[in-house]
């Protein structure tokens, strides 16, 4: 390793503590990182200022127009009140069964995430679904790791989550694993119910009591929903008033509407270069999420819709302004890193340092995931978006693999990380420990990891 590299190493490791110290965040540290790689490895000045600090900037302008089509389109979704209607149904269908309880209101999560995204959201569902979870026996733990495994998956089928994916592995790379990247954690939450709420809940059942009352639980399920659905249509048509916290049934379906849209258009148009007559994938979702902000608003306040659109937008952009921020520095560090200056120190660097095969990455990835907790260098919300960038330039692995891995390690930072926001405040709230929240989710996050390096080895 030449004297540059050792150079670049050390600055990476002291930027990497600076973060997972908390004292520099990650929206000044990639913009620092990205200069500290263009001034030791010897791109001139003028380079710096047009290809990286301005170049950079605009990198990632597709994602970004998606994050903030989206966050437009999730500050609808909760003025309506379609997502506070959605979680309060789910618990009126679930009854009396802790199983079927846990199952809905983990579902409606879910639902509720399709569409929403933040910290404001975290603390509507959370402030409900807690309560509502404990009140039916359900431990503050056990409430606490389902509405976490909840967000997660509706994270994973949230366009609008795959901005830095998209922008650092392309559109096609990212939504290579969209299917599996849903499933896998629907089948791992399933686990944590079978688990953990039946046996909780039985005192001491057998297996077989304990697979018995989880089927009845999932049983009863369409038999509420069914009664829900003839509730609705059955209403006397004199009942012309209605609670004021009331929303049409048609809105409910607003959460899926984006990805509805999107599907329809691949199916008719296919995703691709526009020069062959195709839908760029994020083009597809904007239209997606402006659609289904309009239906949600004509159909709950059609006298508002100019007002609620306008606002949504303004807001919208306010919600994830860091998040703007942060692209623009992932998009300087994916600039940085490109130059051929950079490239001839770093692409050898990092061969020595990390395996070059699918297989040793891979491994190394499923032992190091943790790395990805705590701010740690696999953080996709921090070092671990220029690492990304980094092996992306080596051309040693196919993108979409490397996306499936970086995809994989973020079941660990988004479910269990202490540091999130939205762990600290569930577990202020459900009265639990971080700490003790990321030991019972910690097994289960990694499971996910495993079985996405597994998809990733079995499809690449």
């Not at 990639?30 to 030791?40: D, Q, R």
């Not at 009140?81 to 009126?92: C, F, H, N, T």
């Not at 969209?178 to 005192?203: C, D, E, K, W």
Request: net charge positive.
């Amino acid at each position: 390793m030449t004297f540059t590299g050792v150079l670049l190493l050390l600055g990476f490791i002291l930027f990497s503590a600076l973060m997972v110290l908390r004292i520099l965040p990650a929206l000044l540290t990639l913009p620092v990182m990205a200069a500290w790689i263009a001034f030791i490895t010897g791109v001139p000045f003028t380079s710096w200022l047009n290809g990286v600090l301005l170049g950079g900037s605009l990198r990632l302008v597709a994602p970004i127009v998606l994050v903030i089509f989206g966050a437009m389109f999730a500050r609808v979704v909760r003025k309506t009140g379609v997502s506070d209607s959605i979680v309060k149904k789910a618990a009126e269908l679930s009854g009396d069964r802790p199983v079927s309880i846990a199952l809905l209101l983990t579902a409606a999560t879910a639902f509720v995430f399709l569409g929403m995204g933040g910290l404001g959201a975290v603390l509507m569902v959370g402030s409900i679904t807690i309560p509502i979870m404990t009140s039916a026996g359900i431990s503050p733990l056990d409430a606490s790791v389902l509405l976490l495994m909840g967000i997660n998956l509706g994270g994973m089928a949230n366009i609008a989550g795959y901005g830095t994916y998209i922008g650092i592995f392309g559109s096609d790379a990212a939504l290579t694993y969209y299917v599996p990247g849903i499933v896998i954690p629907a089948l791992v939450a399933l686990l944590y119910i079978f688990r953990n709420i039946s046996r909780g809940t039985g005192g001491g059942k057998s297996f077989f009591a304990i697979g018995k009352d989880f089927l009845a639980g999932i049983l009863s399920l369409p038999l509420s929903l069914g009664r829900a659905i003839v509730k609705i249509f059955s209403r006397s048509s004199t009942d012309l008033i209605r609670k004021k916290q009331d929303v049409p049934a048609a809105a409910l379906i607003t959460p899926v509407l984006p990805l509805v849209i999107i599907f329809i258009i691949r199916w008719l148009q296919g995703f691709g270069p526009a020069a062959r007559g195709m839908v760029d994938p994020v083009a597809a979702a904007v239209f997606g999420f402006i659609i289904a902000a309009l239906y949600a608003s004509l159909v709950v306040c059609p006298g508002k819709t100019i007002n609620l659109l306008t606002g949504s937008f303004v807001e919208g952009i306010q919600d994830v302004a860091g998040v703007l921020v942060l692209f623009m520095g992932i998009g300087m560090l994916v600039s940085a890193s490109a130059f051929p200056q950079a490239s001839a120190v770093i692409n050898p660097m990092l061969t020595s340092l990390l395996p070059s095969s699918l297989t040793g990455l891979l491994v190394f990835f499923g032992i190091f995931a943790p790395a990805a907790l705590y701010r740690g260098p696999l953080n996709m919300y921090g070092m671990g978006a220029g690492i990304a960038a980094l092996l992306t330039g080596l051309h040693t692995v196919p993108p979409a693999a490397l996306c499936g891995m970086f995809i994989a390690v973020g079941y660990l930072q988004g479910l269990a990380d202490p540091t999130n926001s939205h762990n600290t405040w569930i577990g202020a709230f459900a009265g639990v420990d971080t700490a003790v929240i990321l030991k019972r989710i910690l097994p289960y996050s990694w499971l996910m990891c495993i079985l996405m390096l597994l998809c990733v080895m079995f499809t690449q």
